[in-house]
């Protein structure tokens, strides 16, 4: 009837992994959320119900924590590893595609066995995809919160007949960083930490006229440091701080009580790009547009 | 230096309207989640901080908030008026993009101004984009959470070394459905409800071997039964319900008491697709790669 | 050093688990939330790490999975089954409190064996405490979302000179209704059913000044309705939905369009409650205040 | 008919607050989250919507930011301020209790202009009660969440039939802690970083027979360095890592593999205080009953 079975994968979502390293005098600590896909000829399940080709996702799942056993190292390599086994495990999976968060701790005590996390909500991610073969990586991270209280302009805009907001020369300009970036060789990449620092000064230092010209600055900066790095797509949400009114109580608010609104915010998501970059390929596909 | 901006978007995200209509005797009540993005010339806002092209994403929130007192219809229609109207609110806007989720409430009382949220979870959406004065839609729903209780198997997959899950010829099956499908003509659409029954029945009445039989037969099912749908795109994660060992205690545990676990889940995603379907062009751009 | 353990108790919390009644041609699906705690004498445990006292939570989570496998029934009764046994497990165990929430499912075709989720948010409740042998049971509900679109003004209230907020004739009132009620005898309970419809009924019809004028109104008409409920807490949240302003866009605005936001929002908590009402013992103890 | 009106309370919740002090060099930032109640005589707004005593509780959100504007302090003197003007302000308001949660941020530049949030999760938090003129204060954190990787055990607790847990000499002990304590003398108080190191110390150090164990010493550490404190409430989810299973395939798990599930989990809740101490008054009240 003409009705065919288009793009498809599946896999196991958020498999939540401990790892302990005992081996030193200092315990270390990896807390990851890990996520299988897979790609390649599922037909026969999609339309008979046939399983023989169904990898299932609990063995998906088993088969990361026995990876966990031999270790974990950067979260781009343990992916690297674990792609290259699922996409060569039958001859019909073409694709394997493999993303991990690592959230973060902090050693708590001097015996090195104790520990607090250090943000509930930043982690450090990596997209890694195995397509016929060839490697795609994508190292990012999320949930990086960052605010500057001056330093931030937003002036010169249109005005329509629907537009009321007043110009201003120095706001409060807050947002949570997604980040991801892809390597020109997923072997060499540039150090995670100086990606991060490098998003971080260039938000704080930059005298800012528009979250998009903050954002833009902050991937060139990456860009600029880490040849290595070939594109970078960022995602910024405006959570908006508006001073609040105290007029009507005869107050003064130089800039000093601002409120905080969850919803709606403005969305700000850019690519920025090295000419000449190799080719994505499926790197980002299955990944939210711009990061 | 050949760094350059590649593909980005803004807008407001999360704008929550509720919109009544109190022309009839029973009122009507509307309640929306509305996002909105626009693509095109924004390169000084990025490279300069200069924001003479920038509409200002208060500028899109009060436009939303004008259009809906004008009633908001089904909200496909209510996304192709304001995307249009952002497209074509300046001449470096080429494309705009609307998302609205719309929040279901039933009347509670004869009079019709009383009403329950009949599921905190389940959404109706539609993204919308007009693109160079091309209109896509995408309709669909998210959250809407199914279950049955037999007529659900999962045997026949291959075993290699990280095997153990044992082979079922009667589990239960549960999932929370994310659905999108794209219509031949924007302004000829099959009933919303229609649809929704339509992934419903086929859930419900499949003998299903692989959730990904079932996602590929309600896929089909919808496509089948209406000809201007050309293509539906289901994520579907499987909520694993897991038999209780009860053995220990001295029980049997004839499919009788379940445990649920939230992560991991199994994560089943598609495309049903019609055979010289019309091309997608930027409908399913910016939306998570399922759905 | 004067330094003593005070109140404690302790027990597995969020026990998710589903039971399927298989005997009749349409399954019965019951989808519980199940957290339990334990009072008593544990004091060797917190003084000195001697655990011979400790009924382990995972015992405890184990009790809960068995006794399912015998019927769940009316969930107060579920929870006064367990909790009898948790209390007299051992002879230093005083008291067990248990916890039930009930998430609704509805049947979606004509064979009874597929099921849709009726409402993500809503749950009917039930808190037992067995102490000394006696039994205590509140019934309830949470995430019970109404709104209703007239017949709610808020006027008349006193003027600070921190008040800004204009008197309203006619206002959209939004809630989402948190209740408990205490039974005179846990074994003659009002029909949970009645007592929900006596919420809605009330809060529906009721012609209100105040959200407190509501709650009350709600708790009256249950308690007036059955006899045997001595006590009712209710804990309703203003969920604020505020009229757009549109005039610098040259609109009116006629109760058409709102803006809903998040957070802040008024909070309002009361206890209605029949004169000469048995004591409440511990029913309430370690149950957020007002609810 | 014998129906009356019970305790209650209103005011506006979750207020979400931030203050800049740009006097100094660096700027100060506080990012507050700050809700209010009131309590007294209200009951002609509950019985005949007679608002002549409720001070509005949007008037309650504009006292919160007119007294930010004044500087913020200690979240515990910010409270006391808000908490004594409110129960002040009309004389059928007999108390008023606030509750503060400050979210922390670090300076991420050599000026003092940019922030980085130092924990999505970990707030530090305050219960502020003012009741006829009397002054209640509870200090508190919640969030904090701790993790060892040895120094845990869990054996030597009774075995029922319904006990299948193993004994453990070693296992990985985590936890999220929400802890709240008393002074004796609400302008006295232990500097809240020290509570907060004592608390962190005490969990890695303890060799822990059991959660309650460490529950105990926690409280009595703070209590013992700080006489002011005269009573503390912690609440302490199990967050249970288990070893996955290696052995199906062919591989030992000493300790280095564990997977950790969402729910359910254990939570041992208790006090810890202080012989003699001076009575708590309505400081808890609206409280959860353990922190």
Redesign the interface.
């Known amino acids: 009837?003409?009705?065919?079975?288009?793009?498809?994968?599946?896999?196991?979502?958020?498999?939540?992994?401990?790892?302990?390293?005992?081996t030193g005098p200092r315990?270390e600590?990896r807390d990851l959320t890990v996520?299988t896909?897979l790609r390649g000829d599922?037909a026969a399940?999609?339309?008979?119900?046939?399983?023989?080709?169904?990898?299932?996702?609990?063995?998906q799942?088993?088969?990361v924590?026995?990876f966990?056993?031999d270790g974990v190292g950067e979260i781009e390599d343990f992916g690297l590893r674990l792609a290259r086994h699922l996409a060569g495990?039958?001859p019909w999976i073409t694709a394997a595609r493999v993303e991990v968060a690592e959230h973060p701790?902090q050693q708590?005590?001097p015996h090195g066995?104790?520990?607090?996390?250090?943000?509930?909500?930043?982690a450090r991610t990596a997209v890694v995809t195995v397509d016929s073969g060839r490697r795609y990586v994508l190292s990012g991270l999320s949930?990086?919160?960052?605010?500057?209280?001056?330093?931030s302009s937003?002036?010169?805009?249109?005005?329509?007949?629907?537009?009321?907001?007043a110009e201003t020369d120095d706001r409060?300009l807050a947002t949570a960083v997604t980040a991801r970036w892809r390597h020109a060789d997923p072997a060499d990449r540039a150090p995670h930490s100086a990606v991060r620092a490098a998003l971080?000064?260039t938000?704080?230092?930059l005298d800012?006229?528009?979250?998009?010209?903050t954002?833009?600055a902050m991937g060139?900066a990456v860009?600029?440091r880490h040849p290595g790095v070939v594109?970078i797509?960022l995602s910024l949400?405006?959570r908006h701080?508006v001073q609040?009114d105290?007029t009507?109580?005869?107050?003064d608010?130089?800039?000093?009580?601002?409120?905080?609104?969850?919803?709606?915010?403005?969305?700000?998501?850019?690519?920025?790009?090295?000419?000449?970059a190799p080719p994505a390929g499926p790197a980002w596909?299955?990944?939210?547009?711009?990061c």
Chains 1, 2, 3, 4 share one sequence.
Not at 45 to 59: C, E, K, S
Not at 143 to 151: A, D, H, Q, S, Y
Not at 155 to 165: E, I, Q, W
């Open positions: 009837m003409g009705i065919v079975l288009g793009p498809n994968q599946y896999g196991k979502a958020e498999i939540r992994v401990v790892a302990v390293d005992r315990h600590l996520s896909a599922f399940a999609h339309q008979a119900g046939d399983n023989a080709h169904v990898l299932a996702t609990d063995t799942k088993n088969t924590f026995a966990a056993r495990a039958y701790w708590v005590e066995h104790a520990f607090a996390r250090s943000g509930e909500g930043e949930g990086l919160v960052l605010l500057k209280t001056t330093g937003f002036a010169g805009f249109p005005r329509d007949r629907f537009t009321t907001l409060i971080i000064e938000f704080a230092t800012s006229k528009a979250l998009q010209q954002l833009y060139e860009l600029r594109e797509r949400p405006n701080h609040q105290l009507p109580f005869g107050r608010n130089l800039k000093v009580v601002y409120h905080v609104d969850d919803r709606p915010y403005g969305l700000i998501e850019g690519t920025v790009t090295r000419d000449g596909e299955a990944t939210p547009a711009f």
